[in-house]
């Protein structure tokens, strides 16, 4: 089974501290894989997907193929990142979300 | 504005009285599907639909039906619904040949 895994429900750290949220993946072919983000009150949105390896919002995500990873970083984080992350596997038409990490950044 | 819309927003029940959750969106999107989000699980899918009377059933189908007649509604429907289905539900649609899913507000259901 194609699984995806966020090891960390809750991740608390001080403004300005580095961040990184650990997405671990089980996948037999090349993975598409993304992170969606929810603000509170707000509905899930894409942060960004591997293949276009950009940076939105100070966030960068690298595949690591040996490691079967794609953690979300953030060299500083800021308050108003604080919110739900979602690491997302694409399978065909479906997409398989992990448990999600709560991020809370404190001032 | 291109937008994915779920009604009702907020709905209590009781056990075993029928109802259905909307979903609608103005995309023109083929793909569709329902998620439940609960606590510690993360995101779970239900039912997904590829276009118009093709739907398939997701990670935790049981308790639910759905139905794909037009292209841009794909409502849940749970005919005898039970307190375990108490959770946020939310509707996501994404073009064929896009990579990016459009979710709904989500829709906060508790079955008593």
Known sequence: ?107 | EAQVTQNPRYLITVTGKKLTVTCSQNMNHEYMSWYRQDPGLGLRQIYYSMNVEVTDKGDVPEGYKVSRKEKRNFPLILESPSPNQTSLYFCASRGTASYEQYFGPGTRLTVT
């Not at chain 1, 996948?27 to 390896?53: A, K, M, T």
């Not at chain 1, 694409?90 to 448990?99: A, D, N, R, S, V």
């Open chain 1, 1 to 107: 089974a194609q699984r995806v895994t966020q090891p960390e429900k809750l991740l608390s750290v001080f403004k300005g501290a580095p961040v990184e949220l650990k997405c671990n993946y089980s996948y037999s072919g090349s993975p598409e894989l993304f992170w969606y983000v929810q603000y509170s009150r707000q509905r899930l949105q894409l942060l960004l997907r591997h293949i276009s390896r950009e940076s939105i919002k100070g966030f960068t995500a690298d595949l690591n193929k040996g490691e079967t990873s794609f953690h979300l970083k953030k060299p500083f984080a800021q308050e108003e990142d604080s919110a739900m992350y979602y690491c997302a596997l694409k399978e065909g038409g479906k997409l398989i979300f992990g448990q999600g990490t709560e991020l809370s950044v404190k001032p």
